[in-house]
Structures are given as structure tokens and as C-alpha cells.
């Protein structure tokens, strides 16, 4: 049972942590929570449907399809993230100068609610699959329905508690700094899932590793360890890269900090006026 909780603790609370900073990160926009609750439910639905074609994704593109599909999840998922974050840089002044008229004076909240979509279906596929995957060989192996259920129950539980603290910690900080604050945080997060993306090209040998290990601090964190694994999560943290996901992480978040001084300058006169 303990084996299966925390297992099914470290996926959920991966995907409750970039579904908490989502959620945090569109404070004060309509509608939001319609779209991340079908986002969740999507999620749910296809982490089952893919865990059930596990066996047909693992044996596609010669043997290599498991990590071509997480690759693409992931940089799905940093589209998705770059294109909202760059947008809240945009509006995130207006959203804070009007919130309290938003939905009237911010039509244009509707432009990122497909992105936010996405990203929580994204999030909850990528772990919802691996933990289904999981429970299924626990079933397969005979271990007692009792003892996995609780463990998954303990786990959903455990993992969501801890991404509801990090949502209302985030929800603390002053409206003034609020947009700022979570657009760093996605920011952050996209650049480790395009490391994240290129460390499984390089597994499915379609990019060179570009030096292999640059340095290991899992002496230091190890990434199997909570804190490590959340900070995986959030900015992820590599103990050992590979020189490719480093060149990834920070050409994702120059190309998406560029994005994102550039629509906040233009923004900046509008946002004054609606002050």
C-alpha cells in the first residue's frame, strides 16, 4: 500500500503542481474554471485510452514510440504554456486594474481559455497515463484490491493537498506583483518540460546529447527525492544533463522572456489607460 500511495503521490502532485500554478496564473479570468475542469476531465479520459494502447504507442517508430509520445506531449505542453504566458505579460495589467469589472472590460480573456485547455489536459495525460499504467500491473500481479486502492486513494489525495497549498500560496502575493510572479513560474516550468522533451530525442536517439552528462549534483538532490522531484517539476531540475536539454531549457526561456518584454511593452499604454 505505501509503495502505491507514493507512487501514485509523486504523479498526481506533478500534475496538481501545473495545474495549481494555471489556476493561480489566471486569477480573475472568466470562465476559467469551465475550461481548466474539462482540461482535468479530458486529461483523465486519455491517460486511460493511452494506457490501454500502451503496447501498440511503445512498439511504433521502431521500437522507440513511448518516448517520441512523451516528447511530443511535452512540447505540446510548451507551446501551450509560451503562447499563455507571453499573453498574461500582454493583459496581466489590465486583468490587475480591472478586476473588479473583468467581465465586461476584458473580452479578450477568451483568447487564452483554449491554451489553458490544453495545458491542464496535457498535464493530467502525461501523469494520469503513467499512473494508470501502474495500477493496471499492480491488478495484473495479483496484489489485493484493498491494499492498491487505498494506496491510490491516499496518493490522489496527498497529491492534490499539496498542490492546493501551492495555489494558495501563490494566491498571497500582492495583485501589483501577482502576474509577474506566475508568468516567471511558467516560464520556469515550460523550460524544464523542453529539456524535459529533448532528454527523450535524445533516448530515442533523433537529437545528439551534445557532451552527455555536463554535471551531477544528485550527490547534492536527487531527483528521486520530494524536494528534487518537485523541483523537477517546477524548473526542471536535472541532476545530471545532457548538454541538448540545457541548450533547450534556455533557448525556450529566452525565446519566451523575448515574448514576453515584447507584448508587455506594447501593452503598456493600454494598461494605463484602463488604470
Not at 491517460?47 to 511504433?60: D, H, K, P, Q, T
Not at 510548451?78 to 500582454?90: C, L, R
Not at 555536463?214 to 526542471?236: K, P, Q
Not at 536535472?238 to 525565446?255: K, M, S
Amino acid at each position: 500500500m505505501l509503495g502505491t500511495a507514493l507512487l501514485v503521490f509523486r504523479e498526481v502532485l506533478e500534475a496538481a503542481l501545473i495545474v495549481s500554478i494555471v489556476c493561480a496564473a489566471t486569477r480573475g479570468v472568466p470562465r476559467r474554471d469551465r475550461w481548466i475542469g474539462s482540461g482535468v476531465g479530458i486529461g483523465i479520459l486519455g491517460s486511460m485510452i493511452v494506457a490501454a494502447f500502451a503496447e501498440a504507442i511503445g512498439s511504433a517508430v521502431s521500437g522507440v514510440g513511448q518516448e517520441v509520445f512523451n516528447a511530443t506531449v511535452l512540447l505540446a505542453a510548451v507551446v501551450m504554456i509560451a503562447w499563455h504566458a507571453i499573453w498574461m505579460a500582454s493583459h496581466g495589467r489590465e486583468l490587475a486594474a480591472q478586476s473588479k469589472a473583468l467581465g465586461t472590460s476584458v473580452a479578450a480573456g477568451t483568447r487564452p481559455m483554449t491554451a489553458l485547455l490544453i495545458v491542464v489536459t496535457i498535464a493530467v495525460l502525461r501523469e494520469g497515463s503513467e499512473t494508470v499504467l501502474f495500477v493496471y500491473a499492480q491488478v495484473a500481479t495479483g496484489s489485493g484490491i484493498e491494499s492498491w486502492l487505498t494506496g491510490v486513494l491516499v496518493g490522489i489525495a496527498a497529491g492534490a493537498a499539496v498542490g492546493y497549498a501551492l495555489y494558495a500560496g501563490l494566491l498571497r502575493i500582492p495583485m501589483r506583483h501577482f502576474f509577474s510572479a506566475t508568468n516567471w513560474l511558467l516560464l520556469l516550468v515550460a523550460a524544464g518540460m523542453a529539456a524535459q522533451a529533448a532528454q527523450f530525442l535524445v533516448q530515442a536517439d533523433l537529437l545528439p546529447a551534445l557532451g552527455g552528462q555536463v554535471w551531477d549534483t544528485s550527490a547534492l538532490l536527487s531527483d528521486t527525492s520530494l524536494i528534487g522531484r518537485t523541483l523537477h517539476t517546477l524548473i526542471g531540475y536535472d541532476p545530471r544533463p545532457a548538454g541538448i536539454q540545457i541548450l533547450f531549457y534556455v533557448a525556450t526561456a529566452v525565446v519566451i522572456l523575448a515574448g514576453m518584454k515584447l507584448t508587455g511593452k506594447s501593452a503598456s499604454p493600454s494598461a494605463r489607460k484602463a488604470a
